[in-house]
Nanobody
Framework: QVQLVESGGGLVQPGGSLRLSCAAS????????MSWYRQVPGKERELVAG????????NYVDSVKGRFTISRDNVKRTVYLQMKSLKAEDTAVYYC????????WGQGTQVTVSS
C-alpha cells in the first residue's frame, strides 16, 4: 500500500522556521522524483520545490528561493522541506508528491505563519 505521510507543520511566528518531513512507503522511493506543493483555500495547488531521484537537482518557485531547502534521504525514504524566514503568505496546507509512472500524494500538513 502506497503511503506518503507528511509531518512537521504547525503555527510559527513570522521570521521563524519549520522543517516538514514526508515519509514514503509502498513504492520504490529512490526512482521517484519528489516535490512539495502548497494550497490555500480558493487557489490552485502550487509547486513549491522539487528534487531529482538522486537529490542532485533541485528547483524552487521564485517566492521561496533562498528561504526553503528541499532534500531527501533515500535510505530513510523521506523527503524534507526546511523552511526559514517564514512569511504570512507561506501559510498553506503543504503536500508532498511522488512522481514517476504514477503520481502519489500525501494527505497534507498545515503550516500557519502568524503572530
Amino acid at each position: 500500500q502506497v503511503q506518503l505521510v507528511e509531518s512537521g507543520g504547525g503555527l510559527v511566528q513570522p521570521g521563524g522556521s519549520l522543517r516538514l518531513s514526508c515519509a514514503a512507503s509502498g513504492f520504490s522511493f529512490n526512482i521517484y522524483r519528489m516535490s512539495w506543493y502548497r494550497q490555500v483555500p480558493g487557489k490552485e495547488r502550487e509547486l513549491v520545490a522539487g528534487i531529482s531521484r538522486t537529490g542532485e537537482v533541485t528547483n524552487y518557485v521564485d517566492s521561496v528561493k533562498g528561504r526553503f531547502t528541499i532534500s531527501r534521504d533515500n535510505v530513510k525514504r523521506t523527503v524534507y522541506l526546511q523552511m526559514k524566514s517564514l512569511k504570512a503568505e507561506d501559510t498553506a496546507v503543504y503536500y508532498c508528491k511522488a512522481s514517476y509512472n504514477l503520481d502519489y500524494w500525501g494527505q497534507g500538513t498545515q503550516v500557519t505563519v502568524s503572530s
